[in-house]
Nanobody
């Protein structure tokens, strides 16, 4: 059974930074993808960033390129999302997700079948 547990959300002023963590346990696949998604009130869930293990290939949504950094500590089996230059429009519940990878290529932000419970990020202006 795969278990994903997010932490690190909170409230911050615009221009500030936050770092989210997602501790993973259980067998996801080999290779596999992990990603961050977010959902703001009244909006559809949006893919934010993904990373391939073991390849390390990363993908970012245009809305966060240059501001967010996805990374993974394979020894700790923990996924991270470092968020800088935060904007009020980044306010959302952030979810960690995982799935098996389709070979040796970057991971799309689609079709994830394991999900965490989410952590709230609030950015005030």
């Amino acid at each position: 059974q795969v278990l994903l547990v997010e932490s690190g959300g909170g409230s911050v002023q615009a221009g500030g930074s936050l770092k989210l963590s997602c501790a993973a346990s259980g067998y996801i696949g080999s290779p596999y993808c992990m990603a961050w998604f977010r959902q703001a009130p009244g909006k559809e869930r949006e893919g934010v960033a993904s990373i391939h293990t073991p390849g390390g290939f990363v993908v970012y949504a245009d809305s966060v390129k240059g501001r967010f950094t996805i990374s993974k500590d394979n020894a700790k089996n923990t996924l991270y999302l470092e968020m800088d230059s935060l904007k009020p429009e980044d306010t959302a519940i952030y979810y960690c997700a995982a799935r098996g990878a389709l070979g040796w290529a970057s991971c799309s932000l689609r079709s994830y079948n394991y999900w965490g419970q989410g952590t709230q990020v609030t950015v005030s202006s």
